[in-house]
T-cell receptor
Framework: AQSVAQPEDQVNVAEGNPLTVKCTYSVSGNPYLFWYVQYPNRGLQFLLKYITGDNLVKGSYGFEAEFNKSQTSFHLKKPSALVSDSALYFCAVRSRAMFSGGYNKLIFGAGTRLAVHP | EAQVTQNPRYLITVTGKKLTVTCSQNMNHEYMSWYRQDPGLGLRQIYYSMNVEVTDKGDVPEGYKVSRKEKRNFPLILESPSPNQTSLYFC???????????FGQGTRLTVV
């Protein structure tokens, strides 16, 4: 079964410190990989994606993510956390295979709540 | 402004009373989807549509209906809501050839 795992329910980090939010996936082929962020009472906002090429992708608000094919991971990182980064973060994947069931849907992890303390 | 608009944002209803949550996108996207978000489960796809008059079930379609009569609109219909459909619902759209989806603001539904 295809799945996405975010092993930490919550990540706590002090402002100014680097942060990492982990994501691993179990999906056949080479899926598209995404990170979305959800602020309180807001919809999901797209942060970044991995399609192909450089394993380190840069996204919005200073976030970046590192793709590791051998470990099937796509960890979200930021060099220096801000209190305003506190939110719920979702990792998601989508199949590249046009005629597979996974092409038309995003498979999400359960989410990781990031708390950045002053 | 490019956006996906859902209405209503909040809804409290009683078991069995039919309701519709509307979704509209102004980006001329072919693909539209509905997801529900539940704690500890992330988001799960309910239904999706690849274009006008083309819809199909996602992972959790039971108790829901959709229609796609116009490209911009993709309403979610609960014919007889039950308490287990209490959830946060998101509509999303994306363009063929583009990979990321754009999400609406969400509809928090409570069925009592």
């Amino acid at each position: 079964a295809q799945s996405v795992a975010q092993p930490e329910d919550q990540v706590n980090v002090a402002e100014g410190n680097p942060l990492t939010v982990k994501c691993t996936y179990s999906v056949s082929g080479n899926p598209y990989l995404f990170w979305y962020v959800q602020y309180p009472n807001r919809g999901l906002q797209f942060l970044l994606k991995y399609i192909t090429g450089d394993n380190l992708v840069k996204g919005s608000y200073g976030f970046e993510a590192e793709f590791n094919k051998s470990q099937t991971s796509f960890h979200l990182k930021k060099p220096s956390a801000l209190v305003s980064d506190s939110a719920l973060y979702f990792c998601a994947v989508r199949s590249r295979a046009m005629f597979s069931g996974g092409y038309n849907k995003l498979i999400f992890g359960a989410g990781t709540r990031l708390a950045v303390h002053p | 402004e490019a956006q996906v608009t859902q209405n209503p944002r909040y809804l409290i209803t009683v078991t069995g009373k039919k309701l519709t949550v509307t979704c509209s996108q102004n980006m001329n996207h072919e693909y539209m989807s509905w997801y529900r978000q539940d704690p500890g489960l992330g988001l799960r796809q309910i239904y999706y549509s690849m274009n006008v008059e083309v819809t199909d079930k996602g992972d959790v379609p039971e108790g829901y209906k959709v229609s796609r009569k116009e490209k911009r609109n993709f309403p979610l219909i609960l014919e007889s809501p039950s308490p287990n459909q209490t959830s946060l619902y998101f509509c999303a759209s994306r363009q063929e050839g583009l990979t990321e989806a754009f999400f609406g603001q969400g509809t928090r539904l409570t069925v009592v």
